[in-house]
């Protein structure tokens, strides 16, 4: 089965490896026929990912475009915008071919479902493209769990050589499973805001960040974060909110909520269009945060973001 094919001309494959050789066989064909084709390629994968490969492709390398993604994709609510659309969208005529590796096995629990929640939407953000994105696992380092959520999230499989499409294929399902209800830590400091109260709340939530620790421009891309979500919360959440803030696990987190509802999968993971005024704001939460997770339903919304050192 051509991985092309699938979803019309969308592709997005997940490729089960357990050592080098098995990653490179994997990896290194898809990047040499995509140069041979004239394709334009991006390798998105953690660093030795990236020289394994880089190594193996020898000359054929500088036709690639290569990143970290331990970087890149630190939030996983970047890489759809920031990464994959971001270099799709520089290639609008033909096929484009991208790896794209956002779990691998320093993934904390915590970031965990913000990385199955971007798989289950690159199915979403990219479908009818002509756009081949392959995401390979580490099957003989990831818990049997991850390998099955990759089954429900891609629609085509590549092990032991082998292609054949996902009998577990529910993109849907996984993004509902990953729409946790997210409670804050007991004991957060928490101000109630309105309309009049935006001020209030922005200073609220940078000033118990820098009372935990947080500073110079991690500081200022919080203050950022905050005044875009509270600002949202105003204009379409119902008026007013909540926002908290408490440290865990070495970060400092902060949490916005309201009465609105997101009804959109990919608010927040789409580029700005040339032109567009408003609509960022989310968006922006996403490239200034090191995670970003959001709940909503009937009761409302709420997006806790994290920032470290």
Do not use: K
Not at 16 to 36: C, H, I, Q, S, W
Not at 143 to 163: F, M
């Amino acid at each position: 089965m051509s991985t092309e094919t699938v979803a019309g001309s969308f592709a997005h494959p997940a490729l089960f490896y357990r050592d080098t050789d098995e990653y490179l066989a994997g990896t290194v064909p898809f990047v040499r026929a995509g140069v041979a084709a004239g394709e334009p390629v991006a390798v998105a994968v953690p660093a030795d990912g990236l020289a394994a490969i880089r190594a193996e492709l020898g000359p054929d390398a500088g036709s690639v475009q290569f990143l970290d993604m331990t970087r890149a994709g630190r939030n996983p609510g970047r890489i759809i915008p920031g990464v994959l659309r971001a270099f799709a969208d520089r290639h609008p005529a033909g096929r484009v071919r991208i790896i794209g590796e956002p779990i691998w096995a320093g993934r904390t629990p915590t970031e965990y479902p913000a990385c199955v929640q971007h798989e289950a939407l690159i199915n979403v953000a990219f479908h009818g493209r002509a756009v081949t994105i392959l995401c390979p696992y580490d099957a003989g380092r990831l818990a049997p769990e991850v390998i099955a959520d990759a089954r429900a999230t891609h629609p085509v499989l590549i092990e032991d050589g082998r292609t054949r499409a996902s009998d577990a294929f529910a993109p849907e399902q996984a993004i509902a499973d990953c729409n946790h209800m997210l409670v804050a830590r007991a004991g957060a400091a928490t101000l109630p805001f309105d309309a009049e109260l935006l001020p209030a709340a922005r200073h609220f939530a940078v000033g118990r960040a820098a009372q935990l620790g947080l500073a110079g421009r991690r500081l200022d891309d919080l203050a950022l974060a905050v005044a875009e979500l509270t600002t949202n919360s105003v204009v379409h959440g119902g008026g007013s909110g909540t926002v908290r803030v408490w440290y865990e696990d070495g970060q400092v987190v902060c949490q916005v909520e309201d009465r609105g509802l997101l009804r959109d999968p990919l608010a927040g993971r789409r580029p700005p269009l040339r032109d567009q005024l408003g609509g960022r704001g989310l968006l922006l939460v996403h490239e200034v945060s090191d995670l970003v997770r959001v709940h909503t339903g009937e009761q409302g919304t709420t997006v806790r973001f994290h920032f470290g050192p």
